[in-house]
């Protein structure tokens, strides 16, 4: 609770008080947060921004929009191990209770912008592989759930998807949600969740048609 960014809000609320600190933000989300800004987005840094503010205003007024002509596709807010929020709900607002409930949450405070260019398979096969390398291996759902998740991710991107991998991998990530001892494991299959419900044709065209939309992953046609 008490990190950085908590302590350098308490000498402004000494100052003017906690109604004042109140008065900023939603009815159950109060004051401000940090977004650190990156990925596919004009102005990358660090943003102060109040609860209740819409995503759109955080992309498209403080981050600059996305570059290069390209369209938003999707956006991962609050940490590596965080559901991705499609483009058609950039308009929600910031809050904790909103953004949980979209699979999603203000966590960390990162805010990751991903272009049209990206392959949301790749995406979660990259962000799967960082969580089973940093899995520690103490119990056993986290260390084996999250090399056959990756093991499943990869097979799809390199071609070699079957059609029942889509339920696997939900029942996995279901199991690993459950039964992992830490969120690192119990949050790594959130990502591929959010792929099946908001990316389900993009998943379903590496596996039924041997084809990656965006032309990212090697040897899928486009
Ligand atoms: S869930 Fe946590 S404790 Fe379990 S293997 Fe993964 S990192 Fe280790």
Not at 71 to 97: N, R, V
Not at 124 to 146: D, H, N, P, V
Not at 159 to 178: K, R, V
């Amino acid at each position: 609770v008490n990190n950085v960014e908590t302590l350098a809000n308490v000498p402004s609320i000494i100052k003017k008080g906690g109604d004042w600190y109140a008065s900023i933000g939603t009815e159950q989300s109060k004051g401000t947060k940090l977004f650190s800004l990156s990925g596919n987005i004009a102005r990358t840094g660090v943003v102060e921004v109040p609860f209740g503010m819409t995503l759109r205003r955080l992309v498209e007024e403080l981050g600059g929009g996305v570059p290069n002509g390209h369209k938003l596709k999707a956006l991962q807010l609050g940490g590596a191990m965080l559901g991705f929020i499609p483009a058609s709900q950039i308009d929600l607002p910031i809050d904790f209770e909103g953004l949980v409930s979209i699979g999603s949450g203000v966590g960390s405070g990162g805010l990751v912008v991903i272009d049209e260019s990206a392959c949301m398979v790749d995406v979660a096969y990259m962000l799967m592989s960082f969580a089973q390398s940093e899995c520690c291996g103490k119990c056993l759902i986290g260390r084996l759930g999250t090399k056959q998740m990756l093991d499943i991710l990869q097979d799809i991107t390199n071609g070699g998807g079957q059609p029942e991998d889509m339920d696997l991998l939900a029942e996995l990530g279901e199991s690993m949600a459950l039964g992992s001892l830490c969120p690192l494991c119990g949050g790594a299959p959130d990502p591929v969740a959010s792929i099946l419900r908001h990316f389900r044709d993009e998943l379903e065209a590496h596996i039924k048609e041997r084809r990656c939309p965006a032309g990212v992953c090697q040897g899928l046609t486009q």
